[in-house]
């Protein structure tokens, strides 16, 4: 955000979160052709955003942290030997400066993490479309078949039933339920606020923090008690 707002502060314009909530979970280049067209009249082609805006982010990425409750929930599930995998929007060159400096948190996935410029992507689409948790549940070596749910065949949708997304971005929560599988959202105060109750978010349920997240209540084993 910050780094949208440097380029588009030269132009008296801001990016705001009815804007933001729309990019989350886009490519890099479907987020930056949206956020230039809320802003038609700017002189800035896309290519000349992105170019700009790698120059002012990638210094940043490796300041990057963790949501609360993620490194207590991976670590908890790899303990269990849960399989887990990340599916990103992030290109595989966007995602390895992001992580740079969170240490070896991404090793216990160990190595399933898909990238929307994977070469398994064939279609680079980004959420909300469901290739990238389609892709993440095959990494972990189910039989989930291609596109929405409602093209699933028996076994495929029984399969995708047993996946768990947990997701920030709208984009996202519609990807992982047009894939068939369960979604936790746990959105930025911000974002939740443009989307009240009476709003139809299609996740499975929708917490304020992971930390929130009780693991029996989803079929995982409890965290110890000590804990």
């Known amino acids: 955000t910050s780094v949208a707002d440097t380029i588009l502060g030269r132009y008296g314009k801001k990016l705001t979160w009815d804007i933001k909530a729309r990019m989350m979970g886009k490519t890099e280049r479907q987020a930056s052709e949206l956020l230039l067209s809320s802003f038609p009249n700017l002189d800035l082609t896309v290519d000349q955003f992105i170019k700009e805006r790698r120059t002012l982010q990638d210094p940043l990425w490796p300041t990057t942290a963790l949501l609360p409750g993620a490194d207590k929930l991976v670590r908890h599930l790899h303990a269990r030997g849960i399989?887990?995998?990340?599916?990103?929007?992030?290109?595989?060159?966007?995602?390895?400066?992001?992580?740079?400096?969170?240490?070896?948190?991404?090793?216990?996935?160990?190595?399933?993490?898909?990238?929307?410029?994977?070469?398994?992507?064939?279609?680079?689409?980004?959420?909300?479309?469901?290739?990238?948790?389609?892709?993440?549940?095959?990494?972990?070596?189910?039989?989930?078949?291609?596109?929405?749910?409602?093209?699933?065949?028996?076994?495929?949708?029984?399969?995708?039933?047993?996946?768990?997304?947990?997701?920030?971005?709208?984009?996202?929560?519609?990807a992982g339920t047009r894939a068939g599988m369960k979604v936790v959202w746990v959105p930025d105060p911000e974002l939740k606020a443009l989307y009240p109750p009476s709003a139809k978010v299609t996740a499975s349920a929708a917490l304020n923090s992971l930390n929130d997240f009780i693991p029996e209540e989803w079929g995982l084993p409890p965290y110890p008690r000590f804990e």
């Open 83 to 174: 399989p887990i995998a990340v599916a990103t929007s992030c290109t595989r060159r966007n995602l390895n400066l992001k992580t740079s400096g969170l240490g070896s948190f991404f090793d216990l996935f160990g190595g399933n993490i898909v990238c929307v410029d994977d070469e398994e992507i064939l279609s680079r689409r980004g959420k909300p479309y469901p290739d990238l948790a389609l892709a993440a549940a095959k990494v972990l070596g189910r039989n989930v078949g291609e596109g929405a749910v409602d093209r699933a065949g028996a076994e495929e949708k029984t399969e995708r039933s047993k996946g768990l997304v947990f997701e920030d971005a709208i984009n996202g929560v519609i």
